[in-house]
């Protein structure tokens, strides 16, 4: 039987495993599908404290494995099948075999958001991707025009990082004003490659009978006027949705799946705790998971605690 066991392996569940594994509780982390999470997909992190000349997403999430397995946290690649709540202790069912816990932290974090437009699933891997500094590189991308979907913070980082390869991006955003922060939206707008096409919603993703991205095709929301764009590739960069999927009905969630929080890092089942993306829709930062992760480790100590009172 598990003391604890950390449901993903991200900022929120690194974290939660550090504090478990110094409070001595040799927490078992599930890495899951993404090891790592979200993170180890960005390119340069510039905002989490301690690093003031930024590291890469993929250095920092081994630094906090690293950190974490140093006080015996202990790690498996397993992904989470089935969780059963209802009664305890908890029962996981992990890469088909059974796991059991006196306490669970959910840190499943969130996955990026697809447009559901034509075209779109079909040139998956053809052209089509949700992650620059994963795909970017590719040769079919090099000294073409590119796409970029969206108008928060990852379309502009993205934007941004695909300067090196592209010829001309097209950061495509369904308003007239992006939602990034001012200094990650001042960099794409004033960047010499990157051209906003504003009030624009992508109506296709052509061309699925070539196998392969030929242009997007766009309708002007204010003007209803319909443009084709030619480019090779198309990034999508519009939110994320949390990966809770597996928890419906076993914690409460909102209508959008994020699992909510009570005090502190409590879910609806008391022993089951929570962090990190899988249960903000507000601030979505690394260190703001990270912070939870803490939370949530203390909780789960103070729970075993008081029951082995
Ligand atoms: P986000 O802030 O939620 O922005 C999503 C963008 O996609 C919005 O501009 C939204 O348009 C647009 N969008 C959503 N659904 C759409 C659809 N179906 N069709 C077309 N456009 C759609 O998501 P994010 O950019 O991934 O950022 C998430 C969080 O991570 C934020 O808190 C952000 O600050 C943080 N982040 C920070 C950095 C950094 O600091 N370097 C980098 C990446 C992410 P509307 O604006 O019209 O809603």
Redesign the pocket.
């Known amino acids: 039987m598990e003391k604890v066991v950390i449901i993903g392996s991200g900022c929120a569940g690194w974290t939660g495993a550090l504090y478990t594994a110094r409070a001595n509780l040799k927490p078992l982390v599930l890495m899951g599908a993404q090891p790592g999470g979200l993170l180890t997909t960005?390119s340069i992190?510039?905002?989490f404290p301690g690093f003031p000349e930024g590291l890469d997403g993929f250095e920092l999430m081994s630094r906090m494995q690293k950190q974490a397995e140093r006080f015996g946290a202990r790690a498996t690649f397993g992904t989470v099948e089935k969780a059963e709540f209802s009664k305890r202790p908890f029962a996981l069912t992990v890469d088909g075999e059974a796991i059991e816990a006196e306490t669970v932290i959910i840190a499943t974090g969130a996955s990026h958001?697809h447009?559901?437009v034509p075209g779109e699933a079909l040139l998956e891997t053809k052209g089509v991707t949700y992650c620059a500094t994963c795909d970017g590189a590719l040769p079919i991308f090099r000294n073409q025009p590119l796409v970029v979907?969206?108008?928060?913070?990852?379309?502009c980082?993205e934007a941004l990082y695909l300067t090196r390869f592209g010829s001309e991006i097209f950061l495509i955003?369904?308003?007239d004003k992006?939602?990034?922060?001012k200094i990650?939206a001042e960099r794409a707008l004033t960047h010499p490659k990157i051209r906003p096409l504003w009030d624009s919603?992508?109506m296709e993703i052509l061309d699925a009978g070539q196998e392969r991205v030929t242009g997007v095709k766009l309708k002007n929301l204010k003007t209803d006027a319909g443009t084709i764009v030619p480019c090779a590739g198309v990034f999508v960069?519009?939110?994320?949705a949390p990966n809770t999927g597996i928890f419906k009905g076993q914690v409460e969630m909102d209508g959008e799946g994020y699992i909510i929080r009570g005090k502190g890092a409590a879910t609806s089942v008391p022993g089951v705790f929570v962090a990190g993306d899988c249960a903000d829709r507000v601030?979505?930062?690394a260190v703001t998971a990270a912070g939870m992760g803490c939370a949530a480790a203390i909780e789960a100590e103070r729970f075993l605690a008081a029951e082995n009172q």
């Open positions: 960005t992190v510039e905002n958001k447009l559901g979907v969206g108008g928060g913070d990852s379309a980082e955003h369904r308003r992006l939602r990034a922060s990650m919603a992508v960069a519009i939110g994320h601030y979505r930062q």
